[in-house]
């Protein structure tokens, strides 16, 4: 059909598509013009206006859902604030003054609450708790692609870990790691100490005319190494002997830690991290025992390593079990290890500055030894408690831990420096249970994580009028009844229930034998 033969077509000046079936006559196709007009760019803008919609309504809803609770307004709106306070370094101090200006129960995060409540802590952490761990757990991995001991965040799985750590080795073993064979125990670390305080004595006391200067700090920390891996691996790994960093390994925990710290609070990365340590090249990254250095290092498997005379020594049933099993036993072993030297974070930067990652018997040894010597009466008290005790007899040498646990003064000291400095700043979160629950007055919806303010506990009311002041007189002036409830407080220093640190044997141990001999060998400092 032609234009001329198309009245319509000809009134509108249109030719007629002749080539074109599927256009039907009168319907005018889009002009090239008209294509061109539209910006290609407006999908984009579309999807990136509703992508900040959702994030301005998730972070509405987030600020809402706990605004009931006080805290530092800016906390209410990201988890950026958390960060920070923990990048900070003093983290620990400004939990403190966040529990003494906003109350026992205070908003740190859009989903996070710092509890500052002994007794609530205590419930929480019982047995049969029905409050699980918090995501942030999964920060302490050493291996993204399998949980351990310490980073299994159900109950009832990290109780079936615990189990297996313990049927996975022999039973003797299992006692001596954990610090419940103390003939064992004991025997290893006045090896240690007595290695130590022979070093000490050869190479660093001073003499008339001659002054040596000594990190204390550093070779306490070398000392408590040699300790915990003696009595884990079978034999020191001789960070005392040769007055150094073996393998880097202190060097690399430090170094990591911060990542640690970033981890435990944005816990997508650790998420993002899983899957992607599944990549060949990402798998590079994770500790194994082809590593130089570091945690990889000590997994490596030949007869003189670490790890092979853990193997020979300790775990001759491994072979018995599956490759995952023994992997998780092995693991487990390890973030024990981890945890008696440094932790759940627990390195600190340099000895002036305050202690920043605590759980750590070095950190509690330091600590205590810190407050003891730069409070002249609280030296000259227990150096005369110990003089008196070796003039009696009743004290040998080395001392054993009978005999200490009966210098009512020595035990004092040590309470009163975990009390005034506890060795744990991980705030160890839980989740509360479906349901939520009602904790000093505040409703606290399911799914928000709770974390312990540790430091501020032991500030308890419970202690007395000066809870600031290193005096460890408090613990011998408390009635019976005072003197349980304070017990109470303090327990939760190594944690509570099916948490409690495994090695707090070995930490108490260590306390008692080390202040013994530094302190009845040293002359006053003042």
């Known amino acids: 059909m032609q234009n001329a033969s198309n009245p319509l077509l000809r009134e509108l000046h249109l030719p007629f598509p002749t080539g074109s079936p599927n256009i039907h006559p009168g319907v005018v196709p889009p002009s090239h013009s008209t294509l061109a007009g539209r910006d290609p760019r407006v999908p984009i803008v579309w999807t990136f206006s509703l992508a900040v919609v959702l994030l301005i309504l998730t972070i509405v809803r987030s600020h809402i859902r706990l605004s009931h609770i006080p805290g530092p307004r800016v906390a209410s709106f990201s988890r950026l604030w958390l960060v920070i ?27 996070h609450i710092l509890l500052n409540d002994p007794h609530i802590a205590r419930r929480i952490l019982e047995v049969r708790s029905s409050y699980q761990r918090a995501p942030s757990f999964n920060s302490f991995k050493h291996n993204p692609q399998l949980d351990n001991v310490v980073s299994e965040q159900r109950s009832w799985k990290h109780d079936q870990l615990r189990r297996k750590l313990a049927a996975g080795v022999e039973p003797d073993a299992w006692l001596q790691y954990s610090g419940k064979d103390i003939d064992f125990v004991e025997r290893h670390v006045e090896t240690r100490i007595a290695e130590w305080m022979s070093l000490v004595d050869e190479q660093w006391t001073s003499s008339k005319g001659t002054t040596k200067t000594l990190d204390i700090s550093k070779m306490i920390q070398y000392l408590t190494m040699d300790i915990i891996t003696h009595l884990l691996f079978g034999a020191p790994f ?38 992607i340590s599944y990549v060949p090249g990402i798998k590079l990254l994770i500790p194994n025992p082809r590593d130089r250095s570091g945690i990889g290092r000590v997994m490596k498997v030949n007869p003189q390593s670490p790890y092979g005379v853990l193997l020979k020594a300790h775990f001759p049933r491994l072979r018995k079990t599956s490759w995952k099993n023994g992997c998780q036993i092995f693991q487990g072993l390890v973030m024990i290890f981890l945890d008696l030297s440094f932790g759940t974070g627990s390195l600190e930067r340099k000895w002036n500055q305050k202690l920043r990652f605590p759980y750590t018997t070095a950190t509690s040894t330091r600590a205590t030894l810190l407050h003891i010597i730069t409070n002249p009466l609280v030296y000259l008290s227990l150096q005369h408690e110990i003089d008196e005790a070796i003039g009696r007899g009743s004290i040998s040498c080395p001392i054993l831990l009978d005999q ?27 989740i509360v249970p479906p349901g939520g629950d009602d904790l000093n007055g505040f409703h606290i919806p399911a799914g928000t994580n709770i974390g312990f303010n540790l430091k501020g506990m032991q500030r308890h009311g419970v202690f007395g009028d000066d809870p600031d002041v290193f005096r460890p007189e408090r613990w011998l002036e408390a009635d019976p009844e005072r003197r349980r409830e304070m017990d109470k407080v303090h327990e939760l220093i190594f944690n509570h229930g099916s948490a409690k ?12 034998k080390f202040l013994v001999e530094s302190v009845d060998v040293a002359p006053a400092p003042f």
């Open 238 to 275: 001789g960070f005392v002997r040769t007055q150094s960093d073996l393998h880097d390994f202190l060097k690399i925990v430090r170094e990591r830690l911060p990542i640690v710290e970033a981890f435990s609070v944005l816990t997508e990365l650790c998420t993002l991290l899983k899957v």
């Open 501 to 512: 640190c495994l090695g707090i044997n070995i930490a108490y141990l260590t306390l008692d």
């Open 85 to 111: 306070a923990l990048a900070r370094g003093d983290s620990v101090s400004t939990f403190k003054w966040i529990s003494k200006s906003y109350g026992p129960i205070a908003r740190i995060g859009p989903n």
């Open 404 to 430: 200490a646990s009966r210098l009512p003064y020595l035990q004092a000291c040590i309470k009163e420096g975990l009390r005034i400095f506890p060795p744990v700043g991980a705030l160890r979160e839980r």
